[in-house]
């Protein structure tokens, strides 16, 4: 296990720069997710973790050491890769003792340490096979599998279960945070799903345009963001915007929108007439005769729960609640929403109030 420090790392392609002074601490034993939008960044800083993109300035430590100019295969990692990357003409045992009999192991160990990573994920029963005899969720666990027996200070995966349908992605996501607490080694995980963040992670970074966004624990994240884009990136489904401004109406302060409609907001001392986006969660937002009357345009139900989509003003915002609504498009109902639960941004900067 170490600890991984990326200090003030940059990245440039020619005239191009990509990564722009990237700052991660990320502790011993710690499962830190990279997450965010494709391009990004957040493969390329995983890759450059690895050794296998140079980085144009900055360092990267790895423990107690520089690794900079370090080869990949020096740096005392494994990586798992979304496409699996197995050798079709070698037994699940032979490609997980793989890197074993490369660095020319004793054929013991060698298989002492197979069964130990067949026996954590649960692939002892599939040793003799090959790849093309597995699914996808058993060959991702191989993938795993041949990670474990280099016994790495820090394990890396880009976005490994892309290419699982959803049941299977939600299983393995239990897999990798079982293997996690089994193991206590340091993770750095890459994914673009933010729910994939949210389940798994100790700490997630949100990058945006090879910046750092937010970085913080996903309730974290999810109760305080600090900018416009980490509240719609983070939570499924993604926060209602609507732009306005703060104004005044019986002695307290409320948020109208561009249209003209009054809703209620925290009293976050701001002047009248400042320029906001106001942000709220679909699963914050109630129904009741005493909310803002709003015009239904379609609803989904879901079993569990009730997605309605409405208009306020000229924007459709998204509520979700638990209760069973048989409301039809054109219907009025009432959104109640409680201040305590508003997110408030400068419309400007578009960072948290």
């Not at 907001?265 to 679909?282: C, E, K, N, S």
């Not at 989904?300 to 989509?309: D, K, L, V, W």
């Amino acid at each position: 296990m170490a600890r991984v420090k990326i200090d003030n790392v940059f990245k440039r392609y020619g005239a191009l720069q990509v990564m722009h002074g990237v700052n991660v601490d990320i502790e011993d034993g710690e499962f830190v997710v990279l997450v965010g939008p494709s391009g990004c960044g957040k493969s390329t800083l995983l890759r450059m973790l690895a050794g296998l993109e140079q980085i144009s300035d900055g360092t990267i430590s790895i423990g107690e050491r520089v690794v900079n100019d370090v080869p990949p295969k020096e740096r005392d990692i494994s990586m798992v890769f979304q496409s699996y990357a197995l050798y079709p003409h070698k037994t699940v045992a032979e490609n997980i003792g793989f890197p074993l009999k490369m660095a020319k192991r004793p054929k013991s160990e060698i298989q002492e340490k197979v069964n130990h990573a067949a026996s954590i994920l649960d692939l002892a029963h599939l040793l003799d096979r090959y790849p093309k005899q597995l699914s996808g969720g058993q060959r991702q666990r191989v993938a795993m599998g041949r990670a474990i027996v280099r016994n790495p200070q820090v394990f890396l995966f880009d976005e490994p279960l892309s290419n699982l349908d959803a049941k299977l992605r939600v299983s393995m996501r239990v897999e990798i945070k079982e293997l996690h607490q089994r193991l206590g080694t340091t993770i750095v995980y890459v994914t673009h799903d933010q729910i994939e963040a949210m389940t798994m992670a100790d700490k997630i970074v949100v990058m945006r345009d090879g910046r750092v966004e937010q970085i913080g624990a996903p309730l974290d994240l999810f109760d305080r963001p600090e900018s416009v884009f980490v509240g719609g990136f983070i939570g499924s489904p993604s926060m209602n915007f609507l732009h306005g401004t703060v104004s005044s109406q019986e002695g307290r302060q409320v948020f109208r929108t561009d249209g003209g409609l009054a809703l209620p907001m925290p009293q976050a001392g701001l002047a009248d007439g400042h320029q906001v986006t106001y942000g709220i969660r679909p699963e914050h937002i109630a129904i009741g005769d005493e909310g803002v009357p709003v015009n239904i345009v379609v609803t989904e139900p879901t079993g569990s729960e009730t997605q309605i989509f409405a208009r306020v003003d000229n924007d459709l915002i998204n509520a979700v609640v638990r209760d069973r609504i048989y409301a039809r498009p054109g219907e009025q109902v009432g959104f109640v929403i409680d201040p305590a639960n508003v997110h408030l941004f400068d419309r400007q900067t578009e960072r948290r109030l």
